[in-house]
């Protein structure tokens, strides 16, 4: 978690791709795709801010209305400060309300549509980036956006009407003295901007610091067993730790002097503000010029700035890391969707497999399949094996269509898969991976997870059918024990179960299954070998091998090596062949010689 | 419970003692000083309202000397109370390290990781965010109301009544919105949390989630997270919306009853306008006393739960403690037997009942049998994790609770089943038990545990990243990543529980080949489920609903035709074959 904040605040810092009025457009194009509540928002913050600039005149009214003992005329200005108030308040309910909401709605919006785009987008083009950035992307840089989109706009625009209209009044109501007061606004904004930008890079160095607090902590917590084991590291941990926390606690410090400095900074305008209005100001009342409501109401404009300039000076401070969020936003939105040219609609049925000289390699220039055909009837039963980097997994990518052969050609049911729609292939085609996928929510959920139209009496027939009750049954509440994050509360062989399960329920015309490599003991081996060749039954089954009993029973197993078909054949054919079969299906018995 | 709570917070207090009274010091003369410039300014207005220009101006500086002095005092409060809560943190963090670092294995296994974090973090700011509050921002705030509820009465009792009257609203209001604000807000952040994982299981499993074609269960998923998001956020926006432009209006209408009913009073000459306009200016002081205490309330009962959370872990006991009298342990042989040991983690269901066995010094011997026969359990016995309730472990003829810790596990290098990668470079990994180890010695651990060659392969080598800072480990990398991390302590007795688990066999093997052959002397206990590690332990023992049921040699087993021939016999089917 700390290291991942670490990296968005170095991104912050990062170039940029786009010009800044570029991505302030995408913004603003984003803040009015909500019409009708950007139009109440709008009309709402500049009522309020109308109402507001309009309070200290009526104060003068109702100041000067006292001094010269004008009841009737106090009671009417007061009628009217009350009505102001009152807008104000049915204001500033719309206001907030209709900020939030376009703010959420937006985030809303945009959060949906990355993640459809997530599903969508080529896997090259994930997989150079670290998990952690992409999430981000989809979170933290939607809720940026979300803010400054919509309030955090208007608010600007609000705050410089706001500066203005107060300018104007005070103008209205004494040239002279507003002319001084002018005066203190650049000095606000100085002070502020001054403060801010060091107290944005406190904050900064904060955040960082309790990065490293949380993820040392984090870290020994998760990591509690080696942490135990050499519990004799005890004292350096805790010597380190101290060093981080007390890190920790002068960056916060150091923060808290410096936005602490605001007040007395502000202090002084204030103070400046208030003697200039009171002995200039107080000089013009006595010579006539100026009435001690308009004096009052001066007080009340002064006021007016503070808040204003403060938020305008955060805003432009701001703006490169707010902007610097949109375009990883619409990057990200960029990035090129899967190919899905086919026409072909209906999944292929026979569930024939054929591979046709095929050439492919991730980088240009380096091949990992050199030249493989072969073909695999349907119902046929092929193990694939080969040493580590033999290109095995490449072949399961290319029939399932994530990258596409440089050469030569990859049928199904002797169709090109390029012909079919990706659903259709791919509703054919069902993976079991070496590692199953795991998602939170509990075990039925997961193996739903294929075929969501299933219930859960389904799964119960299924897991009977294929005579794994008992794995599932030992774990505490069946189906519906919750799948903690990577299934870590799950054994190996119940991982592959719902793999199974997930087979069994979505009933696909092709089966690829790359074995988990990790073993199991022999009595969950058994039975998981046994569930094995019912899935197999009544379909095409590749399997990418690592286990015995797989092997031995293939109909047919393809060797590869090096990116070529080295050897095809039966299990005891291939053994007395005595070639790389043999020597590899020796080491797993661990009778090679020694 | 939360009284007691407090007072152990307050002992946390007591140790700065001269920052807090600085603190508490600085905010009541802050408030002073801000509750002095209505009073120079009513006389002010008053002298303006005379008519006499030259006594205006020592009224107008004392205005502006004391305008200054609230915004230094202000800084200072602010400051001060900051560094206070930061001191506070710092020390309560230190001693809740320093206390998990004590507690023992057990507790981890029982406790959410994410959970005992934000005890360490979250809870603590919560609580000391309170103290700072009730230190600078409450204390002045009560004094605040005292001293403008004084001040007023004895200018109107009258309108201060008036002016008053929607004032206990706002303290309502608030108090209600930090109620349902908590609420909606950890539900939300709950939510978020959620969709972060799920979007992040799903990037992390990108390749599957498309070959399962499981966009439609997945999409229905997020969605219905996304918009439990947006309902919470809407809620939290409409409770906001309905309660601080009420709060300001509130605030607005209490001046405006003051000039209104004090502006009468002035046109009938019962009142000066100087006290009118301090009449507004102390209204106007009112509105954030009943924020505060609003928010006071709430935060009060918020950071006694977060306290509660944070003392309950540190009076949580060690499981496994050191004898008073423990003596380092000087493992000579390497002998380990266990004589009758018992063991349950929950004190209901026994996972051992009995166990007794002897390994010789420097044999090689491994423990097989069913999942959930108590394999792991009982070598966790041995660097003593757990204490088993009966029976005992000996190291070379010495029971392990009579050791000291820190000699025992130096000693006896265990590799667990599950493996932890921290968010550090590979080399540091490997460091982890021995952090001055040079170069030489790192280099040489990884090479045993045949992860050398890949470390090579990387472009950083030995300062590559790894763990959720760096690259991502596979299971196989990830288990001779600790087992590099175990041999490079050099222990007397090594311990593999089935750390090879996910380790191709052809690697698996060259890794216990260069173990036996480097370690030779060494006492090694291995858990596995692969025949090919059996066939090269000197003994083999078979465990069974936590008894041991068989022993000897692979070959012997076999013949015996007992449990181990039973489940192992299986598993090469057509090994004659060969």
């Not at chain 1, 052969?405 to 002797?414: A, R, Y």
């Not at chain 2, 070379?396 to 050791?403: A, F, H, Q």
């Amino acid at each position: 978690m700390g290291w991942h904040f670490r990296r968005l605040l170095a991104e912050e810092e990062a170039e940029r791709k786009y010009p800044d009025r570029v991505l302030i457009a995408k913004l603003i194009k984003l803040a009015l795709s909500y019409k009708l509540y950007f139009i109440a928002l709008a009309i709402a913050t500049f009522a309020r801010i109308g109402l507001n600039v309009l309070m200290p005149y009526t104060v003068k009214f109702l100041v000067d209305s006292i001094v010269s003992g004008n009841l009737s005329s106090l009671a009417y200005w007061s009628v009217v400060f009350l009505a102001l108030a009152l807008g104000s308040l049915i204001m500033g309910f719309v206001n907030s309300y209709s900020s939030s909401y376009l703010g959420n709605k937006v985030m809303y919006d945009l959060r949906n549509e990355m993640y459809r785009h997530l599903h969508r987008v080529r896997l090259q083009e994930v997989a150079g980036e670290p998990v952690g950035k992409i999430v981000s992307r989809i979170t933290n840089d939607v809720d940026t956006i979300g803010n400054v989109a919509t309030s955090g706009l208007l608010d600007t625009i609000g705050d410089v009407i706001t500066i203005g209209g107060a300018m104007l009044m005070m103008w209205s109501l004494s040239p002279q003295l507003s002319l001084v007061c002018y005066m203190l606004i650049p000095l606000m904004a100085l002070a502020n901007a001054a403060v801010i930008s060091k107290a944005r890079k406190a904050y900064r160095e904060t955040r960082r610091k309790i990065a490293e607090v949380t993820s040392r902590i984090s870290q020994d917590v998760a990591g509690a067993s080696v942490v135990q084991a050499f519990s004799y590291r005890k004292r350096r941990n805790v010597e380190e730790f101290r060093r981080i926390n007390e890190e920790n606690m002068r960056a916060n410090v150091q923060a808290a002097a410096i936005t602490s400095s605001m007040s007395p900074l502000m202090a002084i305008i204030q103070a400046v503000g208030s003697a200039i209005i009171l002995i200039y100001g107080g000089n013009l009342v006595l010579q006539g010029l100026l009435s001690l409501g308009t004096l009052m109401a001066f007080y009340g404009y002064l006021d007016m700035f503070f808040r204003p300039v403060r938020t305008l000076v955060m805003f432009f401070t701001t703006l490169q890391s707010t902007l610097a969020a949109t375009e990883r936003v619409f990057t990200f939105l960029e990035w090129e969707p899967e190919r899905d040219e086919g026409e072909i609609e209906e999944p292929p049925m026979r569930g024939e497999v054929e591979f046709r000289n095929v050439t492919f390699g991730y980088e240009e220039g380096v091949p990992v399949l050199k030249n493989v055909s072969f073909k695999v009837r349907p119902g046929e039963f092929v193990a694939i094996v080969g040493p580590t980097g033999a290109g095995k997994t490449t072949l399961v990518n290319l029939l399932l269509r994530f990258y596409e052969p440089w050469s030569g050609e990859i049928l199904v049911d002797g169709v090109d898969v390029r012909k079919y729609k990706l659903s259709a292939l791919r509703g054919a085609i069902l993976m079991v991976p070496q590692e199953p996928l795991l998602i939170s929510g509990s075990v039925l959920d997961n193996v739903l997870l294929a075929n969501p139209r299933a219930t859960a009496e389904d799964v119960k027939r299924a897991l009977k059918a294929l005579g794994l009750e008992d794995i599932i049954e030992s774990l505490p509440e069946g189906l519906e024990t919750r799948v903690l994050e990577g299934g870590k509360n799950l054994s190996v062989g119940q991982r592959q179960v719902i793999s199974f399960l997930r087979v069994f329920i979505a009933n696909p015309k092709i089966l690829v299954l790359d074995e988990a490599t990790s073993s199991v003991d022999p009595y969950t081996e058994a039975k998981l070998q046994a569930a094995l060749e019912k899935l197999a039954r009544s379909r095409t089954t590749i399997v990418i091998a690592h286990r015995l009993q797989t092997v031995v029973n293939a109909d047919r197993i393809i060797v590869l090596d090096g990116g070529r078909v080295v050897e095809e054949g039966r299990h005891e054919e291939l053994l007395r062949k005595g070639g790389v079969y043999a020597r590899l299906y020796g080491i797993q018995l661990g009778i090679a010689a020694r | 419970m939360a009284e007691s709570y407090g007072r152990r917070l307050l002992a946390y207090v007591a140790r700065h003692w001269r920052l807090a009274a600085l603190t508490t010091a600085s905010s009541l003369a802050a408030t002073l000083a801000t509750l002095v410039i209505p009073l120079y300014t009513r006389s002010a207005v008053n002298i303006l309202v005379a008519g006499r220009l030259d006594q205006l101006l020592p009224y107008a500086l004392m205005v502006v000397v004391f305008t200054v002095l609230q915004g230094v005092l202000g800084f200072a409060t602010n400051f001060t109370s900051q560094y206070l809560a930061q001191r506070i943190i710092y020390d309560l963090r230190n001693d809740v390290y320093r206390h998990l670092q004590e507690l023992s294995l057990g507790f981890y296994k029982r406790m959410d990781t994410g959970q005992l974090v934000a005890r360490a973090t979250s809870d603590i700011e919560v609580s000391s965010r309170f103290l700072r509050f009730a230190f600078s921002g409450f204390s002045g705030a009560v004094l605040t109301l005292i001293i403008a509820l004084y001040m007023m009465f004895s200018i109107s009792p009258i309108l201060t009544m008036y002016a008053l009257a929607p004032l206990p609203l706002i303290f309502l209001l608030v108090r209600r919105y930090a109620k349902h604000a908590r609420a909606i807000f950890d539900r939300a952040r709950a939510v978020y949390g959620e969709m972060t994982s799920h979007v992040t299981e799903v990037v992390s499993g990108l390749r599957v989630v498309r070959a399962l074609n499981a966009f439609t269960f997945l999409w229905r998923r997020f969605i219905a997270l996304n918009d439990e998001y947006l309902g919470l956020s809407l809620k939290a926006a409409k409770l906001r919306a309905s309660t601080w432009p009420l709060v300001g209006f509130l605030s607005m209408l209490s001046t405006l009853i003051v000039l209104w009913a004090g502006g009468s009073m002035v046109v009938q000459g019962a009142m000066s306008i100087g006290d009118l306009v301090a009449m507004v200016l102390y209204v106007g002081m009112m509105t954030w006393p009943f924020i505060a205490l609003g928010f006071f309330a709430v935060m009060y009962a918020r950071s006694m739960a977060a306290l509660s959370r944070v003392f309950e872990l540190l009076d949580t006991e060690p499981e496994v403690k050191e004898a008073e009298d423990a003596v380092p342990l000087e493992v000579k042989r390497g002998e380990v037997e266990l004589r009758d040991v018992w063991f349950s983690y929950d004190g209901k269901k026994w996972i051992l009942k009995g166990v007794s066995f002897k390994v010789r010094p420097g044999e090689v011997v491994a423990i097989v049998g069913p999942a959930g026969s108590g394999k792991s359990t009982l070598v966790q016995l041995i660097p003593r994790f757990y204490d088993p309730q009966r029976g005992a472990v000996l190291i070379d003829g010495v029971d392990v609770k009579k050791v000291k810790l820190e000699s025992l596990r130096r000693q006896v290098g265990i590799v667990h089943q599950d493996i932890y990668v921290f968010p550090d470079t590979i080399k540091n990994n490997i460091a982890y038990g021995k952090p001055n180890a040079s170069m030489d010695e790192i280099v040489r651990a990884a090479k045993l545990a045949k992860l050398h060659d890949f470390i090579k392969s990387l472009p950083k080598g030995y300062d590559t990243p790894v763990g959720e800072r760096g690259i991502t480990l596979s299971g196989g990398q990830r288990q001779r990543l600790a087992i590099a991390r175990t041999l490079l302590i050099d222990p007397k007795i090594i311990i593999l529980d089935d750390s090879t688990s996910n380790v191709d066999a052809e690697t698996e093997r060259a890794i216990y080949e260069a173990l036996t052959k480097h370690f030779r002397g060494k006492t090694i206990i291995v858990i596995t489920q692969r025949p090919s590690t059996m066939k090269l332990a000197d003994r083999i023992i078979v465990l069974d609903g936590g008894r041991v049921v068989e022993e000897g040699r692979h070959e012997e087993l076999l013949r015996k035709g007992g449990v181990y021939a039973r489940l192992y016999g299986m598993l090469a089917p057509k090994a004659e074959v060969v």
